[in-house]
């Protein structure tokens, strides 16, 4: 079956644009994930949906970061005003639901790069 | 100190070898864990979950150590197409919290 999807697979633009990343997760799968990875670098935990639940923003790196998710499946990430320190892989991952089991499947990631 | 904690590496080992990779984590209430295998630019994908009593998929054993909060991955009979980097991720506590990656440990294996 489909996987998690993201588009677009890169986007180049200049400092001081928005972008808008978008995240198909696998259908019917209640939680979703986003992260970031700078080369080299680990995952970094930005946000996480939950059902219905209040997304956990906790990893949000500033105000200029936000996400949201409609309709409980696909989320857009949206960075205002991007610095060059935006510059990573924005990884979206998707899984049925927490517990347990909470396997993730990953989307193949959105490289950004910001000018 | 970090959440979940790994030695980057990278651990060079010859064809054949077994190599063994301790991920320590800080939260006591952890219950869910799991190994990634991430290969140079792709998504990660899952290896293997890390059961209470450890667990065997093959060439690859899990465990999990919780009086000192650590999950370990052995693989034995190394392969060249195990070199990649290893993730290991950590639920936060609840069982609907997130997942938190370690920054993973590379793994390269030679001829």
């Known amino acids: 079956g489909a996987g998690v999807s993201q588009s677009p697979s890169n986007k180049v633009t200049e400092k001081g644009k928005d972008v808008e990343l978008r995240c198909d997760p696998i259908?019917?799968?209640?939680?979703l994930y986003w992260y970031r990875q700078s080369l080299g670098q680990g995952l970094e935990f930005l946000i996480y949906?939950?059902?219905?639940?209040?997304?956990?923003k906790s990893g949000l790196p500033s105000d200029r970061f936000s996400a949201e998710r409609t309709g409980g499946s696909v989320s857009t990430l949206t960075i205002q005003r991007t610095q060059q320190e935006d510059s990573a892989v924005y990884l979206c991952?998707?899984?049925?639901?927490?517990?347990?089991?909470?396997?993730?499947?990953f989307g193949p990631g959105t490289r950004l790069t910001v000018t | 100190r970090k959440e979940v904690e790994q030695d980057p590496g990278p651990f060079n080992v010859p064809e054949g070898a077994t190599v063994a990779f301790n991920c320590t984590y800080s939260?006591?209430?952890?219950?869910?864990f799991f190994w990634y295998r991430q290969d140079c630019r792709k998504e990660p994908k899952l290896l293997m979950s890390?059961?209470?009593s450890g667990n065997e998929d093959g060439r690859f054993t899990a465990q999990l150590n919780r009086a000192s909060q650590y999950i370990s991955l052995l693989i034995r009979d190394s392969k060249l197409s195990d070199s990649a980097t290893y993730l290991c991720?950590?639920?936060?506590?609840?069982?609907?919290?997130?997942?938190?990656f370690g920054s993973g440990t590379r793994l390269s294996i030679r001829p």
């Open positions: 991952a998707s899984s049925l639901r927490p517990g347990q089991e909470d396997e993730q499947y």
């Open positions: 939260n006591s209430a952890s219950q869910s």
């Open positions: 259908s019917g799968h209640t939680a």
């Open positions: 890390v059961y209470s």
């Open positions: 991720a950590v639920n936060k506590g609840s069982s609907a919290s997130k997942i938190i």
């Open positions: 949906f939950q059902g219905n639940s209040a997304p956990d």
